[in-house]
């Protein structure tokens, strides 16, 4: 998860990357933001893509709607990591798009502030940025996440691009991770398929540590778990395992080697594109199977 160990090992793969020569090391440096690229869709649909205000308990959220142009599509919810909701979210909600699916990409902070609250090419290597962010993470909860979650299910539901008659599938990266598995338990009736990459805090000991939501769900789940939280934790993949199968939950949980914390979106210094695009496959085959 996002915190000053992760900070120390980042600062710490980059320098050794710059080392080795594997890498562009000023590429990495400024961040992927400068270029934030992807990889094609192949047969990609043509897309539409808006700012929408989505009304939930706690006021108006701010965030990125996109759909194919034509036709009903799965919905899919994704949250972001701890840096919020930022030009970088809405290409991966584009790219998900063309695959087929229509997307609410969700500011979390919106109680806060309006999207984005970092500029570009900020880091969480960036004390500056850190201080910037925390607040607004430390003041959400399991509890606006699930009245969230509820919201955005809702406000999917209600536009044309969106099939009812197929389930919901959701995203989430970093603090995003245990928000899938918390839209997944609230709503099981309709969440059909949950992907979590370098999700932070899945298994605690809390007594509401989302894992223990997993006897809640009816989705299938893809956990992509970075290397060095795995170092960390690696007793947290077998305790997912473990529950997912007492449960009877279909999981794929995989720890995706040499891949940093944050490895997934394309303006992270870490990002790893050899591993971000195996993560992309696997998500939309966890879709395709489990949405249709």
């Not at 996109?66 to 990591?81: L, Q, S, T």
């Not at 449960?247 to 979106?265: F, Q, R, T």
Request: aromatic content about 8%.
């Amino acid at each position: 998860m996002c915190d000053e160990d992760t900070v120390i090992e980042s600062n710490s793969y980059l320098a050794q990357e710059s080392k080795m020569g594997r890498r562009d090391f000023n590429k990495l440096a400024v961040g992927a933001a400068a270029i934030l690229m992807l990889p094609p869709v192949a047969n990609a649909l043509e897309v539409a893509g808006h700012d929408v205000v989505v009304n939930t308990p706690d006021g108006d959220a701010d965030c990125y709607f996109v759909h194919p142009a034509k036709g009903k599509y799965p919905g899919v919810i994704i949250w972001p990591d701890i840096l919020g909701l930022r030009p970088a979210f809405r290409l991966m909600g584009e790219r998900l798009a063309k695959s087929g699916y229509a997307v609410l990409v969700v500011n979390p902070y919106y109680r806060s502030a309006r999207s984005p609250v970092i500029e570009p090419g900020a880091s969480f290597q960036d004390a500056k940025t850190r201080n910037r962010v925390m607040p607004y993470h430390r003041a959400l909860s399991a509890e606006t996440n699930v009245t969230d979650a509820k919201a955005y299910v809702a406000y999917l539901d209600a536009q044309n691009a969106v099939d009812v008659k197929r389930k919901i599938g959701t995203t989430g990266y970093c603090m995003g991770g245990p928000m899938v598995m918390r839209t997944a338990a609230a709503l099981p009736e309709r969440i059909g398929a949950g992907g979590s990459f370098h999700g932070g805090g899945l298994v605690t000991n809390d007594a509401a540590s989302p894992h223990l939501l997993i006897k809640n769900m009816q989705a299938d789940l893809l956990i992509a778990v970075a290397a060095n939280d795995d170092e960390r934790a690696p007793n947290d993949k077998e305790v997912l395992r473990k529950t997912a199968a007492k449960y009877g939950l279909k999981a794929e949980i995989e720890v995706y080697e040499g891949a940093m914390h944050g490895w997934c979106p394309p303006d992270s210094r870490v990002y790893h594109e050899k591993q971000a695009e195996q993560a992309w496959v696997r998500l939309l085959h966890t879709f395709e199977n489990a949405l249709g």
